[in-house]
């Protein structure tokens, strides 16, 4: 028999459950206002190892480390070594507990790189640094000068101190190839291996106090060993270079930041590079380190990639503006845009 509509009650009434759940989602995201500050230190597959500093007080809490994950609230914006970031959940330091970020403070300053000279998309290697040191071996392998240009190009666009570490400086003299940096005026400290260690890390260690410094460099070149030197515990793996190809095997497998015995400093070692991809980098921001010469590019014509015959820094040079140095300071600057260009390469 059929039923008529009078003959239901609400009991017999089904609704079908939403898609997208029983409740209207809302726009607004929590405040987290009793989230807890931390400084990443590691990432390793979707983890990030963070250091909550000791609180104040009679009663604070201890210096701990915690593991954490990314909310989804963040959306795409990533979490690099170097980033100060607040957390909530797990923040206790049990090992297994985990946290989540919840908060991404805004960055001091930002290293980054493309993957080549065309590629748009720009990478975000750490934040909050102070200071680019680029380690280069004089021999075993051999220095790569394009290579040592693209990073001071990327220092330069970062708003980073850069200084140039020369390692193996007991098997080549250092004097030409500093010769080489003189016009830049890029600081730098020259290291060597003897029968009690290294020699120069003294001088090395007096330059990273009381700041966070990013190492870079190509494989090979002794920067895990300068950083396992510079940090005893840091126990970064130390590879071999090929006798045939000149070339060393990457040991750092992801970036990481260690801290000075004395606590007063960061050191940031990072996996061996052979490219350093500039496609992101604004030309302007390069000719700024070089203030003797920006004053004239004004009487440059318009458009001007400041190396070609029209560019007006010739005859600003000439008539001495530039100051005794300002030749070598404007090939300098014409190398570092070449590099930024590709055509060094």
């Known amino acids: 028999m059929s039923r008529k509509a009078s003959d239901y009650d609400e009991s017999d009434v089904r609704v079908r459950p939403s898609r997208r759940g029983s409740r209207p989602r809302s726009k607004d995201r929590p405040a987290h206002e009793d989230a807890v500050p931390g400084f990443v230190i590691a990432v390793d597959r979707g983890r990030y190892t963070v250091l909550i500093p000791r609180g104040k007080g009679r009663k604070a809490e201890?210096?701990?480390?915690?593991?954490?994950?990314?909310?989804?609230?963040?959306?795409r914006k990533g979490i690099v070594v170097g980033d100060d970031v607040g957390l909530v959940g797990?923040?206790?330091?049990?090992?297994?507990?985990?946290?989540?970020?919840v908060r991404?403070?805004?960055?001091?300053?930002?290293?980054?790189?493309?993957?080549?000279?065309?590629?748009?998309?720009?990478?975000?290697l750490v934040s909050n640094a102070d200071q680019l040191v680029i380690v280069s071996a004089l021999a075993n392998p051999e220095p790569r000068p394009r290579l040592?240009?693209?990073c001071l190009v990327a220092a330069y666009?970062?708003?980073?101190?850069?200084l140039l570490?020369?390692?193996?400086?007991?098997?080549?003299?250092p004097a030409e190839f500093l010769g080489s940096y003189a016009p830049l005026n890029v600081p730098n400290v020259v290291t060597s291996t003897g029968e009690s260690g290294f020699d120069g890390l003294e001088g090395l260690t007096e330059r990273l106090v009381g700041r966070v410094s990013v190492f870079v460099g190509h494989s090979g070149v002794g920067k895990s060993t300068l950083v396992n030197?510079?940090?005893p515990d840091a126990r970064r793996a130390v590879g071999i270079v090929n006798d045939h190809t000149g070339r060393g095997r990457h040991t750092s497998s992801s970036?990481?930041?260690?801290?000075?015995?004395?606590?007063?400093?960061?050191v940031i070692d990072t996996p061996g590079v052979r490219s350093f991809g500039l496609a992101h980098v604004d030309l302007g921001r390069i000719i700024q380190h070089f203030p003797e010469l920006e004053a004239g590019t004004g009487l440059c014509p318009r458009g001007c990639t400041h190396d070609e015959e029209e560019c007006a820094l010739d005859a600003w040079v000439a008539s001495g503006q530039a100051g005794p140095a300002g030749a070598s300071r404007l090939e300098s600057l014409r190398r570092l845009l070449r590099a930024r260009s590709g055509e060094g390469d």
């Open 148 to 150: 040592i240009d693209r």
């Open 229 to 231: 030197g510079l940090v």
């Open 62 to 75: 201890p210096e701990r480390l915690v593991t954490a994950m990314k909310a989804r609230e963040l959306g």
């Open 165 to 173: 570490v020369l390692t193996k400086a007991d098997l080549k003299d």
């Open 157 to 162: 666009d970062a708003g980073l101190e850069p």
């Open 104 to 124: 991404l403070t805004p960055r001091r300053s930002v290293l980054r790189r493309s993957a080549d000279d065309t590629d748009p998309v720009e990478r975000v």
């Open 255 to 266: 970036a990481v930041a260690l801290r000075l015995p004395d606590g007063d400093g960061w």
């Open 90 to 101: 797990d923040t206790t330091g049990n090992p297994d507990g985990l946290a989540r970020i």
